[in-house]
């Protein structure tokens, strides 16, 4: 990405951790971003963040002060995706050397202006210094080429099967 356009992401938005606080936000967003079938329940978005918010990435509108879009993910030792993931935040391993990416979601006003790659960069830097060494997630047919963009791999249909979908399961080894 251009330097320039890197800039104005990082003037226009604070990246950090997520706050207790906001986990109502993020459960508005998610319920935006995704269809009722494959988004994360607010009580589900609740513990998922009482349990692991230094796994929730945010992008802040600087001028509005709201979550403009955000990544998150458990960690685990274990090597190939699965549905319990979204749902038992409990398999949660922080010393785990994989993380599972379980949502990217961008509000549609802050969409195609790099906003989805900054914040899987960003995370994918921060997660290497957490000593992690692999990044799963699973996507709908439509979006394996963007994350192969952003240098994930398709490993072909996943195990996973949630919210009733046929999965693609993308790697990314750090």
Not at 90 to 113: A, E, F, S
Not at 128 to 139: Q, V
Request: proline share 3%; charged share 30%; aromatic share 10%.
């Amino acid at each position: 990405m251009e330097n320039k356009t890197l800039q104005k992401l990082y003037e226009k938005f604070e990246f950090r951790n997520i706050l207790p606080e906001e986990a109502e936000q993020a459960a508005e967003v998610e319920a935006i971003c995704f269809p009722p079938n494959e988004a994360c329940t607010e009580e589900s978005m609740k513990r998922r963040i009482a349990k692991t918010p230094e796994l929730f990435l945010v992008a802040v509108d600087k001028q509005t002060g709201k979550i403009a879009g955000f990544l998150n993910g458990i960690a685990t030792d274990e090597t190939s995706f699965r549905d319990e993931f979204f749902t038992e935040e409990n398999l949660h391993n922080p010393k785990g050397k994989t993380i599972m990416l379980l949502g990217l979601d961008v509000l549609p006003q802050y969409r195609n202006q790099g906003l989805a790659r900054e914040l899987v960069n960003h995370y994918l830097c921060r997660e290497r210094e957490n000593g992690r060494h692999l990044i799963l997630l699973t996507c709908l047919e439509a979006k394996v080429e963007m994350y192969q963009n952003m240098g994930f791999h398709d490993e072909g249909l996943a195990n996973s099967t949630w919210g009733g979908e046929q999965w693609h399961e993308m790697s990314y080894v750090i």
